[in-house]
C-alpha cells in the first residue's frame, strides 16, 4: 500500500533523514503511524492534534517526530502559524474602507463643485467617505452667481454649504468673489490650479509637467494641443482621470482642500 518500507531505517528519529513538517491545517487527512488511525484534523495546539475518521470518532495525538503518514509518507506534524493579522482595507482616499456599506440618508449639508470634471474627480476619490457621511456632491458650472447661490441654498445651523473652487489665488476673479459669501455656516475654499485638470499630478498622466496655456487660449484646449493629444475636451478628460486611481495621484493643494469641506459639512453642528 505505500512506496517502501516506511518503518526502514532510523525514521523516528527527528534528526535522521528529511522527514517532512506539514501544517496541521483542519480538515488535513493522516495517518496516526502507530495506531493505524486515520482521519482529518478538526484541532491542534502547541502540543496535540486532534483526529475525527469518517464514522465521527475522535482521537487525540502527540505532535511527535514522523508520528504521522500522510499519502502513505512520513511527516511531521507541527501547529500552524497564526495567520497575519489582515490589515484594513483603504478607501481610494486613504479611509479606512466599511465593508458592506449602505449609503447613509443624504444630509442636508452639501458640497458644491465648479463643473463636472471637479464632481468626478471628488466621487472617484471621496466617493465612499461621501457615502459613509451622507453628503451630496452638487455642480455650479462656475462660481460668478455663487453669491445668490449661497441666498438660494439658505445655510444654516445643520445645513452648511462647503464650496470648492477652481484658482482661488489672491487677486483672481474666482476669490473676489468667494469674499462676498460671509455666512458662518459656508466654508468657500480652493485649489490654485486653472482648471481640476492641473490638481492630478503630472506622472499619473505619464507627462513631465502641465504645459503653460498663453493667454487668450482656451485652456483645455491649449494643453490639448501642447500635449499633441488627439481628440476633444472630453476625451482628455477621460484619460485624465482613468489614470487616477488613488489619493497619492491628486497634489496636496486639492486633497487638503477637499478633506476640509467634508469636515466642515459633517462637523457637530451640521
Avoid at 193 to 217: C, E, H, L, N, T
Amino acid at each position: 500500500m505505500y512506496d517502501g518500507d516506511v518503518l526502514a531505517g532510523n525514521w523516528r528519529r527527528p534528526g535522521k533523514g528529511k522527514i517532512p513538517q506539514v501544517p496541521a491545517e483542519p480538515d488535513l487527512v493522516v495517518e496516526d503511524a502507530d495506531s493505524g488511525f486515520c482521519g482529518a484534523v478538526v484541532a491542534c495546539d502547541k502540543e496535540a492534534v486532534t483526529l475525527e475518521d469518517r464514522f465521527g470518532r475522535r482521537r487525540l495525538f502527540p505532535l511527535a517526530p514522523a508520528a504521522f503518514l500522510l499519502e502513505g509518507k512520513v511527516v511531521t506534524l507541527v501547529r500552524p502559524q497564526a495567520a497575519a493579522p489582515r490589515a484594513p482595507r483603504r478607501s481610494a482616499s486613504g479611509s479606512i474602507a466599511v465593508e458592506g456599506l449602505r449609503a447613509r440618508v443624504a444630509r442636508e449639508s452639501r458640497i458644491y463643485v465648479e463643473g463636472v470634471h471637479d464632481a468626478a474627480l471628488v466621487e472617484k476619490i471621496w466617493g465612499h467617505d461621501l457615502r459613509v457621511e451622507g453628503v451630496v456632491v452638487e455642480y455650479l458650472e462656475g462660481v460668478d452667481d455663487l453669491p445668490a447661490i449661497v441666498e438660494e441654498f439658505a445655510p444654516e445651523p445643520g445645513r452648511r454649504l462647503g464650496v470648492l473652487v477652481d484658482h482661488l489665488v489672491p487677486g483672481s476673479k474666482e476669490s473676489r468673489i468667494a469674499a462676498q459669501v460671509t455666512s458662518p455656516h459656508v466654508l468657500v475654499v480652493g485649489h490654485p490650479y486653472v482648471d481640476i485638470w492641473q490638481a492630478v499630478k503630472p506622472s499619473a498622466v505619464g507627462i513631465a509637467a502641465w504645459p503653460d496655456v498663453p493667454r487668450g487660449v482656451p485652456w483645455k484646449e491649449g494643453v490639448i494641443a501642447a500635449l499633441g493629444w488627439r481628440g476633444e475636451p472630453a476625451d482628455a478628460w477621460r484619460r485624465i482621470l482613468g489614470s487616477v486611481s488613488t489619493y497619492a495621484d491628486l497634489e496636496p493643494e486639492l486633497l487638503g482642500r477637499v478633506e476640509e469641506l467634508i469636515d466642515f459639512v459633517t462637523g457637530a453642528a451640521s
